[in-house]
């Protein structure tokens, strides 16, 4: 019944027209995904809708559900491509690393070039430069323990080494610092086996864009890991401090200070009073994402 009324709803805001019928006409699981095909009657259209994801097709345009199942499932597996080729983390994350998606990205168009062995190494090589610019936007003199030598600019590895030390720094982190290496040296060893890998195919290029975008992205964590490492209740242990109280036990933090409140002039307290405050009645109907 509540599949019933997700496809109604589904339709009737996406075609502007109430449904007055509906029915189930066919179900075909492909590969591992389940697709169902639904018959859907409006006052002027008709609709096939099917799932996984859901998109509907009129029927004027599409006569069979066998054909509008083939166009649906080569249409989603272009729209899963396209959003592949994107860069998988939110704008303002993506620009602790301008440099290296930029040239992530760019692999990816040397991917879609071709299909020759040739091409597949050029990826490798675009991947091989990502890896390098990210060494460069995240070295620093700082990394380096005081009375050692820093590494070549284009020693990988050795700032590879030194930067995991910096995001997890500790026993309790030592394990994500390992990991962070291996990741690291694992990554760097098979780009440049797929630069020089003259048999070459697409998925070994394929495998190459993921093993980067990995680490890319578990690099990225880590830092905001480390900038973001929440206060703990000292007596309970949990995380739920705010304004230094305890929201599960008694405990006050003695060292908390509270930040300092603004207060308007009088100036400004009569500008801002001056000019009415009238609610906004744009929003009439909250949509939660579950309801999207």
């Not at 009324?5 to 075609?15: C, F, G, K, L, T």
């Not at 394929?206 to 980067?212: D, F, Q, R, T, Y």
């Not at 230094?244 to 006050?252: D, F, I, L, Q």
């Not at 307290?269 to 939660?288: K, N, Q, W």
Request: glycine fraction near 4%; charge should be negative; charged fraction near 25%.
């Amino acid at each position: 019944m509540r599949e019933r009324e997700d496809i109604r709803a589904y339709v009737e805001e996406q075609a502007h027209e109430q449904v007055v019928h509906l029915e189930k006409a066919a179900s075909e699981l492909v590969g591992p995904m389940r697709h169902d095909i639904w018959d859907v009657h409006c006052p002027e259209s008709r609709w096939w809708v099917v799932t996984n994801p859901t998109n509907l097709y009129d029927q004027a345009d599409f006569k069979s559900r066998d054909v509008v199942l083939t166009f649906h499932i080569g249409l989603m597996l272009r729209v899963q491509h396209n959003q592949e080729r994107e860069v998988p983390v939110a704008p303002e994350v993506a620009d602790l690393l301008p440099g290296s998606w930029r040239r992530w990205q760019q692999a990816f168009e040397a991917y879609d070039s071709g299909d020759e062995a040739e091409m597949f190494q050029s990826v490798g090589v675009r991947l091989r430069e990502c890896l390098v610019s990210f060494v460069g936007e995240t070295r620093d003199d700082d990394l380096v323990p005081q009375g050692t030598a820093a590494p070549k600019a284009s020693d990988f590895k050795g700032w590879i080494d030194l930067l995991a030390n910096k995001l997890a720094a500790g026993e309790s982190a030592a394990r994500l610092r390992s990991y962070l290496k291996k990741l690291a040296v694992e990554t760097w060893e098979y780009v440049n086996w797929l630069t020089h890998a003259k048999n070459a195919i697409r998925m070994d290029a394929k495998i190459g864009l993921k093993a980067v975008e990995h680490l890319l992205g578990t690099f990225t964590a880590a830092r905001l890991r480390l900038a973001r490492t929440p206060q703990r209740c000292e007596s309970c242990g949990s995380y739920g401090v705010v304004a230094g109280a305890c929201r599960h036990c008694a405990w006050s933090d003695p060292s908390y200070v509270p930040p300092e409140r603004y207060e308007w002039s009088e100036e400004e307290r009569v500008r801002r009073l001056a000019e009415p405050c009238t609610p906004s009645s744009d929003i009439s109907t909250f949509i939660s994402p579950t309801d999207v």
